[in-house]
């Protein structure tokens, strides 16, 4: 059976999706309600930082912000072949740096938490 | 004797104008540019969390400003029509076969709706929106 990269950046691709589809709706409501003026309770500092602290609430956090955004970049990788962009190395590269160093970051703002 | 290939000429920048289930199509590629940037925004938000209660509270109140609650539209009906489409893809990407018989996708599709909203919920309930 021949191998092949592409299960790597498959699997969170589809994870990633299913996170973004079940999650991140609810959270951009969360957010928006903030942007409203209406900032819902569990936003405030004392909470946030709580939850962030927790191991739960970190593994929480941190599954979901770096599945979305490798899922977001692979996803942004095809939009921009679709709309004609035939450098797909030069794409698929930027876009994946991109989302490994978002999730580093969060990975490091978490532990500082 | 040679043989001319086929050569369909597609237009590498237009073709999803030919046919509305391609224009679908493309519609539910670029919501991953609005998630794709609220990802970004949620990084940003833990850096400032990470930062302290001051920070915390200066990034609250960045999120209230015309250009951010316009933002937010964007990335909700981004949100909502990726979880729409996900949810009514499950049932072709994960057919359910019990003995001789399929589930009805409708029911694969269904339970994933009916999941979501209970999470959601629970989620909003938890942080105190009602």
């Known amino acids: 059976m021949a191998k092949s990269h592409k299960p790597v950046v498959w699997f969170p691709f589809a994870a990633g999706g299913t996170v973004i589809a079940f999650c991140i709706p609810v959270i951009v409501v969360l957010t928006f309600l903030a942007a409203l003026g209406h900032v819902p309770a569990g936003l405030s500092y004392e909470k946030m930082h709580a939850f962030a602290a927790s191991g739960l609430g970190k593994l929480i956090i941190f599954g979901v912000v770096s599945l979305s955004l490798w899922s977001s970049a692979h996803r942004l990788r095809c939009t921009c072949y679709d709309f ?18 978002g999730s580093l970051a969060a990975a490091v703002f978490l532990l500082r938490i | 004797m040679s043989r001319n290939p086929l050569v369909r000429e597609v237009p590498p920048t237009s073709w999803f104008f030919r046919h509305p289930r391609y224009m679908r199509y493309m519609a539910r590629e670029i919501t991953c540019i609005f998630i794709g940037a609220y990802c970004v925004l949620l990084v940003v938000g833990l850096q400032r969390l990470a930062a302290g209660p001051a920070a915390w509270e200066g990034f609250l109140l960045g999120l209230r400003s015309a250009d951010s609650i316009v933002f937010h539209l964007l990335a909700l009906v981004a949100a909502f029509y990726h979880a729409a489409t996900w949810f009514n893809a499950t049932q072709k990407a994960m057919p359910l076969q019990i003995g001789e018989d399929f589930v009805p996708g409708n029911l694969i599709s269904g339970a994933h709706y009916a999941v979501w909203v209970v999470l959601s919920l629970v989620v909003l309930f938890l942080a105190g929106v009602f």
């Open chain 1, 84 to 101: 004609g962009l035939r450098a797909d190395t030069l794409a698929a590269t930027i876009l994946y740096v991109a989302a490994i160093t």
